[in-house]
């Protein structure tokens, strides 16, 4: 159980192309959505939490008119990154919490974001 | 605020032998995780760690928490290949139920 799905697995596009990147909780309902974005041989770095119907709340120094997140339903939660360019480019990750589990946060597969 | 600190960040051993990672953390916290993450993947949980004196086996792999030296440890026994990962350690805050604070990650490679 606690299912998170994550797509796509992995995309490559040019400079100044909008991406989307949809993560789903496939058999419960998340509470709390997270996403995180990940630099190569680097942990972990928060980049916003978000709860069903309200705005996210992003971390100190994330540009909030270049993440957009939008969490409409207790089943997904979308990250657009907008206008991306080369330094954009890293490892996304998004999570999900359910108040039933003993883990506070079941993670999707992740997105590798490659900008040319 | 509540840190979280990993030791080592790299480590590269032989198979067959044993070694500890270090998990600190600054504040009060009573639950811990361990997180294992293989190249290009998302992370796979290892253990849920929740009251002092918690240990947890799985495999060659063993962890515990110790809540007031506030230290979590993740034991390697006889090291095979296929353990090679980043392993993190991550605790959560008192006052959050769901928002984790990560250690750096603890890159290992086990040679054959």
């Known amino acids: 159980g606690a299912v998170v799905s994550q797509h796509p697995s992995w995309v490559i596009c040019k400079s100044g192309t909008s991406v989307k990147i949809e993560c789903r909780s496939l058999d419960f309902q998340a509470t709390t959505m997270f996403w995180y974005r990940q630099f190569p041989k680097q942990s972990l770095m928060l980049m916003a939490t978000s709860n069903e119907g309200s705005k996210a709340t992003y971390e100190q120094g994330v540009e909030k008119d270049k993440f957009l997140i939008n969490h409409a339903s207790l089943t997904l939660s979308t990250l657009t990154v907008t206008s991306a360019h080369p330094e954009d480019s890293s490892f996304y990750i998004c999570?999900?919490?359910?108040?039933?589990?003993?883990?506070?946060?079941?993670f999707g597969d992740g997105t590798r974001l490659s900008i040319l | 605020e509540l840190k979280v600190e990993q030791n080592p960040l790299f480590l590269s051993m032989q198979e067959g032998k044993n070694y500890t990672i270090y998990c600190n953390y600054s504040?009060?916290?009573?639950?811990l995780y361990w997180y294992r993450q293989d190249p290009g993947k998302s992370l796979e949980s290892l253990f849920v760690?929740?009251?002092n004196g918690a240990v947890k086996q799985e495999g060659r792999l063993m962890a515990s928490l110790d809540t007031k030296a506030r230290l979590s440890t993740l034991h390697i026994t006889a090291a095979v290949h296929d353990l090679s990962a980043t392993y993190f350690c991550?605790?959560?805050?008192?006052?959050?139920?769901?928002?984790?604070?990560w250690g750096a990650g603890t890159k290992l490679i086990i040679k054959p």
């Open positions: 504040t009060t916290s009573d639950r």
């Open positions: 999570s999900a919490s359910h108040s039933y589990s003993n883990q506070p946060q079941h």
């Open positions: 760690l929740l009251s």
């Open positions: 991550a605790a959560l805050p008192m006052d959050s139920n769901y928002q984790l604070i």
